[in-house]
């Protein structure tokens, strides 16, 4: 636990109102460790990105719970989740969300099996399919309170492969410019990190799937290390009659 990287990583976190007790944080390094066993044997991150593991993925996928907060119990998708990605970490720090971990390509569902029962991440089960196919289905249509995706696709196709396996039922009324952080989501949403040129693909969004209640946060715990992920943000996407409001 006394490396630099992991110790710069939790310092980080900390600031940013992300706390880890001590089975947390031996998790998260198990994780890892797991995470670059794997990846030498199959290509479940970039070859770069394991010399900064901590920072580049444990660290991006977690920067997003210092803007947003799901209920408890809340059942979430992990769309393309590659390797685990940001499935494991979250489950890691919410226990008590039911998280599934969906990828289309099966020798990645495979290894992510693995490090899911190594981990004894009892709340966490993975999937192997098409998100576009799986939303039709028994299991997944109308199952999940939020999607999460992690540089899979253009938000357009995010929005119409997120849609169907959304849930419908949901109290409240929309609150997402509450100004007040961090802001809770109780669905449904698609929570969506994306870089690159936001604006021209959030105008090919509103052209391909509508106007859609939306908004685009900073992830500010990006800014606090040398992550190579400048310009990243954070999209969510309000689906239906949702409540998003202050925590």
Known sequence: MGKPEFIEFERVCRKGGILLNEAQRTQLQDYVNLLLQWNSRINLISRRSMENVWTEQILHCLAPWTV?????????????????????????????????????????????????????LKHVSVATGRAEELGRRSGFA?????????????????????????????????????????????????VALKGGDLAAELRRAAVKTGERDLEVFDLPLLDEVETGLEGKKLVVVRFGGGKIGPV
């Open 68 to 120: 947003i907060r799901f209920p408890e119990s809340h059942k979430i998708l992990d769309l393309g989740t590659g390797g685990g990605l940001p499935g494991i970490p979250l489950a890691i720090v919410r226990p008590d969300a039911d998280i599934v971990l969906l990828d289309s390509v099966r020798k990645k569902t495979d290894a992510v099996r693995e490090i899911v029962r190594a981990l004894g």
């Open 142 to 190: 109308g199952a999940f309170g939020a999607v999460l995706a992690r540089g899979v696709a253009p938000l357009e196709e995010l929005i119409r492969w997120a849609g169907p396996m959304l849930a419908r039922s949901f109290r409240g009324k929309a609150n997402l410019r509450s100004g007040q952080r961090p802001i809770l989501l109780e669905g449904p949403t698609l």
